[in-house]
């Protein structure tokens, strides 16, 4: 397959029409068989469920070319999964999981030309996604459905080698307990925007959010988990009911344990221990960066700099981040079904 011409190592994080996308309608109290179109636009009423009342979830994951040369996905099963229960906490019928794995397959099999080539850096992000169509006005669940996938090329994560970023804590809440913060819903990201602007606006690269209840535990960002490293070197992942299940951690937790010998203690992480400087090491993770490193907070004018500094990620992250890569790229193996082979 002629891959198309693009400058593969310079493609930002945008979104770029490709050539075919997977759309499955849910009509007649059931999902209807699901084709590939080449049409990119949707065409819905005014009045439709995700418009008025924000019914909708959505997944992120990429495929892309490892060393031997295959076309793969990493885990596109948690992806199905973690879909699924973020469809039911919304009242949404869940798309059937084995249905939305075929659908990641017959995207990335119509648009291997839009795969980026081995070693560049780039993926084809994949975006499946599911919304309420149907008329909504008096408060309650959409009748009608549509689930699609479509896949748009992006570039490294990090041009130019992996630098530390510099977040803030927020002021502002993410998710309520109780509330919606475990499942990857559009509303979650839609009352967050005025705090990333904010925080953009301020010289901030992320928000880290606070637990809403108490204020006093770490969650996690806007769009990422938050890892820590302490003085024993053990993998300190915080845990709590509002955190999103991130593939990535749940990955990066089994790679510590499992490829690097290292203890995970996965546990409510107090604020005061990170003010305290009970941590070496600090990052974000997801599919985006894998491991982006977090050199500086600043909790209202108070500043905790980490010993790893804003110059280089450190020396732990780097292990955790290099060896999640290695085995997503087919230089390391991997644990059995963690890579979905497609091409
Ligand atoms: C998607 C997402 C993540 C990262 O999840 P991955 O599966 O690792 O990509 C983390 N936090 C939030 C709020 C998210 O929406």
Redesign the pocket.
């Known amino acids: 397959m002629e891959k198309k011409n693009i400058d593969w190592e310079n493609l930002s994080f945008s979104y770029q029409a490709i050539d075919q996308r997977y759309v499955a309608d849910y009509a007649d109290g059931a999902w209807q068989p699901g084709h590939l179109s080449s049409d990119p636009m949707i065409t819905m009423s005014e009045c439709a469920g995700v418009l008025q009342y924000s019914q909708s979830v959505f ?3 990429k495929a892309y070319t490892t060393k031997d040369g295959h076309i793969v996905c990493f885990r596109p099963d ?2 199905a999964e ?1 879909m699924y229960n973020s469809a039911l906490r919304m009242e949404m019928p869940p798309y059937p999981k084995n249905l939305f794995v075929e659908g990641v397959r017959k995207v990335v099999e119509a648009n291997t030309a839009w795969v980026p080539p081995y070693g560049s850096g780039a993926t084809l992000y994949l975006r499946p996604y599911m919304f309420g169509i149907s008329p909504v006005i008096g408060v309650a669940p959409a009748r009608d459905y549509q689930f699609r996938i479509f896949g748009t090329p992006v570039g490294p994560y990090f041009k130019g080698g992996v630098k530390p970023i510099i977040v803030k804590v927020s002021d502002f809440d ?1 998710a309520a307990p109780r509330g919606t ?1 475990h499942i ?1 819903a559009g509303l ?2 839609a009352m967050s925007m005025h705090a990333i602007v904010t925080a953009h606006q301020e010289g901030f690269a992320e928000n880290i959010y606070l637990d809403a209840a108490t204020r006093t535990k770490v969650e ?6 938050i890892l820590f490293v302490d003085g024993d070197n053990t993998l300190v992942v915080p845990k709590s009911d509002t ?9 990066l937790v089994y790679v510590a344990e499992h490829y690097l010998n290292m203890k995970v203690d996965e546990r409510p992480v107090y604020w005061d221990e990170v003010t305290g400087h009970k941590f070496k090491e600090c990052g974000l ?4 960066a894998v491991i982006s490193p977090i050199g500086r907070i600043n909790d209202h004018g108070t500043i905790i700099d980490f010993p790893s500094g804003m110059e280089e990620i450190g020396p732990v992250m780097k292990k955790l981040r290099e060896t999640l890569l290695g085995i997503q790229m087919g230089e390391i193996e991997a644990p059995e079904g963690w890579i979905f082979q497609i091409v």
């Open positions: 997944e992120g994951l948690l992806n973690r993410r913060g990857k979650n990201y996690e960002t806007g769009g990422a988990n955190i999103l299940p991130s593939i990535t951690r749940r990955s993770c997801g599919t985006a």
